[in-house]
Every structure is written in structure tokens, then in C-alpha cells.
């Protein structure tokens, strides 16, 4: 792995969609699993974050939720 200065850190993060519940799941190791849904009044919503997270599992071929391809201003 190459050394890393300054603030930046990686990780590796395994997604997955879970159709049934709406929501990607992200598996981060050692620190367990987490969730991101896209609505903005949820607990666990990020809706910018989801469709980011949704165009990387459609880029691998994986099931994926709906792209928003272009947003509405003001949001």
C-alpha cells in the first residue's frame, strides 16, 4: 500500500443494496456494518451520499437503486 501524509486515510468498504428495505449497506472492517438511504428526513438519510454510493455498485454491475442523474436546484 502506498504511504499516505497529511489528513487523507483509506479504507476499504464493501456496498450492497438491500432492495427490500431500500437501502445500501456498507460493510467497513473492524468497525461493523452501517446503512444510507436517500430520504433527507431519515435518521440514516444522505441522499447525495446514496446516489454517489448507487453509481459505484451500477459501475460494478451490482443491483443497484434508481440513478438521479440531475438534481433539482435548491437541493
Partial sequence: MTERRGKTGQ????????????????????HGLSTVNAEASSKRGNPHLFNKLAKI???????????????????
Avoid at 438491500?18 to 473492524?30: K, M, Q, T, V
Avoid at 455498485?57 to 442523474?69: S, T, Y
Fill in 11 to 30: 479504507v476499504t468498504i464493501g456496498l450492497w443494496f438491500d432492495e427490500s428495505a431500500g437501502d445500501i449497506h456498507l460493510s467497513i472492517p473492524g
Fill in 57 to 75: 455498485l451500477r459501475d460494478q454491475a451490482k443491483p443497484h437503486p434508481a440513478i438521479v442523474e440531475e438534481w433539482e436546484r435548491g437541493r
